[in-house]
C-alpha cells in the first residue's frame, strides 16, 4: 500500500496579506491564459467547422453546446481583465477577426400554432396524449422536436382555458 504524502498545505491564517494577494494574483494570471487558450481553441474548431461545411461535410456533433454558449456571455467580461492584465505587464492585445455564423437547423413555420391545431384534432374527441401528438402531426402540423409529445402534452396543461381533462391523460377540446 502507498504512503500517503504528507499535507503541505498552508493555513490561509498563516500567510501574510502580501502572500495572500501574490497567489490571488498567481491564480488570476493563470485563469486567464487557461480562457485566453481556450478561446483561441473555440476558434480554432468553428474555423475547421467552416472548412468542413465549404467542403459539403457536416461538422461533428458538439458534446456540450451548452457549455460554449454558457461561456460566450462571460468571455466577454473576462476578456476585458485579460486586457487589463496584459496592459498591467506592457503586452498589447491582439483583436480576433469575426467568424462568420455557421447555420442553424432551419424550424418549420405552421399555419397555425400548436394550440389551434390541437383544438381542430380536439374538438368533439377524447384522446390520449400520445394520440394528439401523432394526429396533429398527421393533420399537418410540422416539427423536428424529438420529444413532440411533452410538447403538446405540457400545451394542453398550461392551456386550461382551451382544453378539459377528462382523465388521467385523456383531453378534449372546449366548446368555443
Not at 493563470?30 to 478561446?39: C, F, M, N, Q, T
Not at 462571460?74 to 483583436?95: D, E, L, Q, V, Y
Request: net charge positive; glycine share 4%; proline share 3%.
Amino acid at each position: 500500500m502507498p504512503r500517503k504524502k504528507k499535507s503541505t498545505a498552508v493555513s490561509i491564517h498563516d500567510l501574510s496579506i502580501e502572500e495572500l494577494n501574490e497567489e490571488i494574483e498567481r491564480r488570476h494570471e493563470e485563469a486567464v491564459a487557461l480562457e485566453e487558450e481556450r478561446a483561441e481553441l473555440i476558434e480554432r474548431i468553428d474555423e475547421i467547422d467552416a472548412m468542413l461545411d465549404e467542403l459539403g461535410s457536416a461538422p461533428p456533433a458538439k458534446k456540450s453546446s451548452s457549455n460554449r454558449s454558457r461561456t460566450k456571455g462571460r468571455n466577454h467580461s473576462k476578456k476585458k481583465t485579460a486586457k487589463k492584465t496584459a496592459a498591467r505587464a506592457g503586452r498589447t492585445t491582439t483583436k480576433k477577426k469575426p467568424t462568420k455564423p455557421r447555420g442553424s437547423r432551419k424550424r418549420h413555420r405552421n399555419d397555425t400554432n400548436l394550440v389551434e391545431a390541437l383544438r381542430s384534432v380536439l374538438s368533439g374527441t377524447t384522446m390520449g396524449v400520445s394520440e394528439v401528438a401523432e394526429a396533429v402531426q398527421v393533420a399537418g402540423y410540422k416539427t423536428t422536436s424529438p420529444n413532440f409529445r411533452t410538447i403538446v402534452n405540457q400545451t394542453l396543461i398550461k392551456h386550461t382555458d382551451v382544453f378539459t381533462k377528462k382523465s388521467r391523460g385523456q383531453y378534449t377540446a372546449k366548446k368555443k
